[in-house]
């Protein structure tokens, strides 16, 4: 089981010494059965005033961060070691009724996941669900998992990863118009999709380790959305719980994917943010750089710095 280090450092820059407000971190791993937290550390430049952690209604583990030193620079550098264990998809269970579709959530099930269910985003000429009803099956029952894995690659194979320098999500129907965004957009669009055909989907923020970095790089086999935060989804399926697909990266499963925040919608799981007062013409940028080494392996030169997509 590989051990993984995350180093995540964002700077803000300005022109002159300006005040800052409150910032919000959702950047420490969810810990659970297939990722353990082992250390993590934040260091925050300049040093707030107060620093204390909460938990979302997610329960996201969220760091809020308070000022009162003015700065021409803050800076928040994560570094995060923890054990990663890969699920496999062939290692899913589903209960006998939850294999094919339509499927059925239980009583008990459905009060926690309506909302996970329902429409967040405008698709008013259907052009989302009748993109999801291409991968259903003509000819007898539809897999469940056959769909779900059907969707994710054709994102990969369909689709042409951009980054954007701007934040923000594009609204699914943008993303089949032009075919194209980044990570966030199609966690987004495979969220509503599979969202429209009944199951319970929620959108996840973390990053991506991708073995061998430099070697795939020069071959052509690295993941993408490395070297930055990354974004998928989770779907609900009874027997086996919430199961993750990488559409960006044609992944079936967790291998890879370190989960950080999970939330109903992406403008609840933004890695960071806060304010800051000044003059407009103040800001002169934001830089991230994100890192993922497994234990043993050289760490990597630190790439360019670059906005998070």
């Known amino acids: 089981m590989p051990i993984l280090t995350v180093r995540h450092v964002t700077t803000y820059r300005y022109r002159q010494p300006v005040s ?5 971190m959702m950047l420490r791993p969810r810990a659970g059965h297939d990722q353990r937290l082992l250390k993590a550390r934040i260091d925050i430049t300049p040093e707030p005033s107060e620093l204390w952690w ?16 003015r700065a021409r620079e803050l800076r928040f550098a994560s570094r995060v070691i923890l054990d990663h264990r890969p699920v496999e998809e062939l290692d899913f269970r589903l209960e006998e009724h939850a294999r094919s579709l ?22 008013p000429d259907r052009v989302v669900d ?10 007898g029952p539809t897999g469940t998992l056959d769909l779900l894995a059907a969707m994710t690659h054709a994102v990969k194979r369909d689709f042409t990863y951009v980054p954007r320098a701007l934040g923000g999500i594009q609204e699914p129907v943008r993303t089949l118009e032009l075919g194209s965004g980044t990570c966030r957009d199609f966690a987004l669009l495979m969220m509503e999709a599979v969202r429209s055909l009944g199951l319970a ?54 291998r890879d994917l370190i989960r950080v925040a999970v939330a109903r919608d992406p403008a609840q799981a933004v890695p960071l943010h806060g304010s800051w007062k000044g003059f407009p013409d103040d800001a002169l940028g934001m830089d991230v750089s994100v890192t993922v080494t497994a234990e043993g ?8 710095e670059r906005q998070h997509a």
């Open 130 to 139: 009748r993109w999801a009803r291409g991968f259903l099956s003509r000819n």
């Open 297 to 304: 392996e050289p760490s990597p030169a630190e790439p360019a």
């Open 201 to 254: 989907a929620r959108f996840v923020s973390g990053y991506i380790f991708s073995p061998g970095h430099d070697a795939a790089l020069r071959e052509g086999r690295a993941h993408v959305g490395g070297g930055s935060t990354h974004a998928w989804v989770r779907v609900y399926l009874p027997g086996a719980g919430w199961v993750e697909f990488d559409p960006t990266n044609g992944i079936v499963g967790n």
């Open 20 to 24: 800052f407000g409150e910032h919000r």
């Open 54 to 69: 909460v938990h979302d209604v997610f329960g996201n583990s969220v760091g809020v961060a308070s000022f009162t030193a």
């Open 102 to 123: 339509p499927l059925s959530y239980s009583t008990e099930e459905m009060p926690d996941l309506a909302r996970s269910i329902e429409r967040h985003h405008p698709d």
